[in-house]
T-cell receptor, first 114, second 110 residues
Framework: NAGVMQNPRHLVRRRGQEARLRCSPM?????VYWYRQLPEEGLKFMVY????????ESGMPKERFSAEFPKEGPSILRIQQVVRGDSAAYFC????????????FGPGTRLLVL | TQLLEQSPQFLSIQEGENLTVYCNSS?????LQWYRQEPGEGPVLLVT?????EVKKLKRLTFQFGDARKDSSLHITAAQPGDTGLYLC??????????FGAGTRLTVKP
């Protein structure tokens, strides 16, 4: 299965801890997108990355959140000092080329902050 | 305001009924995508429509792209409980950034 992979599928953290969410795009895809989804709501764009570059982070909170997509390895969404309001499902998507192309989604990581 | 307006926002029907959900915009799209997201899962691509007036069928699902490429509809015939989920439309207006609608949340009761 060469689909988008995310891990972990479920993550529980206590307030103040760090959360690291990983995303491996589909084979051949070099564009990665992170979205956040609260229960019963739609997808909210967070950040768009290409290999080693952040292209658009306009949807990401300026504090505590960061993202990277290194030359080797998965894309990482990092949330420092988590708070209860960070509890949500975080989805990664990838596309082969630009942002105008169809995006393929991973199964998501469900973060619960206690 | 959303670039892509989806309606209705919520829809609850009985098994066997037909339904149509809509995705509307004032912008022109080179293509539109429809996704279904089941509870606890990520969105799964159902179809991409490219040509104005295009109709695509996927078993009991019929997708139509408006002639002016500004809107799309999804019709489900004889809905089943397995059709329950969030239906999202997405498109890149004028080949700009991909945008997503807020979705239609469908519940099909047995």
């Amino acid at each position: 299965n060469a689909g988008v992979m995310q891990n972990p599928r479920h993550l529980v953290r206590r307030r103040g801890q760090e959360a690291r969410l990983r995303c491996s795009p589909m084979k051949g895809h070099s564009h990665v997108y992170w979205y956040r989804q609260l229960p019963e709501e739609g997808l909210k764009f967070m950040v768009y990355l290409q290999k080693e570059n952040i292209i658009d982070e306009s949807g990401m909170p300026k504090e505590r959140f960061s993202a990277e997509f290194p030359k080797e390895g998965p894309s990482i969404l990092r949330i420092q000092q988590v708070v209860r309001g960070d509890s949500a499902a975080y989805f990664c998507a990838s596309s082969p080329r630009g942002r105008e192309e169809t995006q393929y989604f991973g199964p998501g990581t469900r973060l619960l902050v206690l | 305001t959303q670039l892509l307006e989806q309606s209705p926002q919520f829809l609850s029907i009985q098994e066997g009924e037909n339904l149509t959900v809509y995705c509307n915009s004032s912008s022109v799209f080179s293509s539109l995508q429809w996704y279904r997201q089941e509870p606890g899962e990520g969105p799964v691509l159902l179809v991409t429509v490219v040509t104005g007036g295009e109709v695509k069928k996927l078993k009991r699902l019929t997708f139509q792209f408006g002639d002016a490429r500004k809107d799309s509809s999804l019709h489900i015939t004889a809905a089943q409980p397995g059709d329950t989920g969030l239906y999202l439309c997405a498109g890149a207006p004028g080949n700009n950034d991909m945008r997503f609608g807020a979705g239609t949340r469908l519940t099909v009761k047995p």
